[in-house]
């Protein structure tokens, strides 16, 4: 029977692939044999058998104690502070800017055309900065988060179809759907450790 593996992702992830394999039916007492495709029962024990060749991950341990997952959360956090200093200047040279303009006014420092432009001026930026690069900036970095997290998932996924070419199990599931299993099922440290030395070497040849 051809092998199937299948990996389910945690909800917060988004996404995943549920591949099953099936296989078999009832019996027939009498003859030894299925009813419905003349298959011998010993053939169909075997068959049988197959199906409870089944691993599992706890797909979160992995990705918090994958190094790859914690260099692109670094690169990410990194980028997100130079963004938001770089909003954050904005905002406060638009406060500076205001306060100025404010006690120049109180003063009768300004003519009423020049305080009306100056007003129109700050609100003007002030709208750009709450309604266009404020929005903008939490779109980009929403994006940037997603495609890391779409870049974890995918390398464990590569990694564990590798694993299977020699495991062969019929299935390999997230832990999250798993009310109860077997610890002798748990393959989550030789996957978590297949990945780490691969990383390692793969920067390595950097």
Same mark, same amino acid.
């Given at each position: ?93 638009? @406060?500076? $800017? ?6 120049? &006014?109180? *003063? =009768?420092?300004?003519?009423?055309? !020049?305080? +009306? ?6 609100? @003007?930026? $002030? ?6 690069? &404020?929005? *903008? =900036?939490?779109?980009?970095?929403? !994006?940037? +988060? ?16 590798? &694993? ?43």
């Amino acid at each position: 029977m051809k092998k199937i593996i299948a990996i389910l992702w945690l909800p917060k992830f988004l996404v995943v692939t549920l591949l099953f394999a099936a296989c078999g039916s009832s019996a027939d007492n009498e003859q030894g044999k299925n009813p419905n495709n003349n298959q011998p029962a010993g053939e169909k024990q075997a068959v049988e058998t197959k199906i409870t060749d089944i691993a599992y991950i706890r797909l979160d341990s992995v990705i918090q104690k994958y190094d790859y997952y914690h260099d692109l959360k670094r690169e990410f956090e990194q980028k997100a502070k130079k963004k938001e200093d770089e909003f954050r200047s904005k905002m406060n040279a638009l @406060q500076a $800017d205001a306060k100025v303009f404010q006690e120049k &006014y109180q *003063k =009768m420092l300004l003519t009423n055309s !020049e305080a +009306e432009e100056q007003r129109q001026r700050l609100e @003007q930026r $002030d709208n750009e900065l709450r309604n266009v690069e &404020y929005p *903008k =900036m939490m779109s980009e970095l929403g !994006e940037e +988060e997603a495609v890391m997290s779409r870049k974890v998932l995918d390398a464990i996924q590569v990694y564990v179809e590798k &694993y299977n070419v020699e495991k062969k199990y019929s299935l390999i599931l997230n832990a999250a759907t798993i009310m109860v299993g077997t610890p002798s099922m748990d393959v989550t440290s030789d996957i978590l450790s297949g990945l780490n030395q691969e990383y390692i070497a793969s920067k390595a040849k950097k």
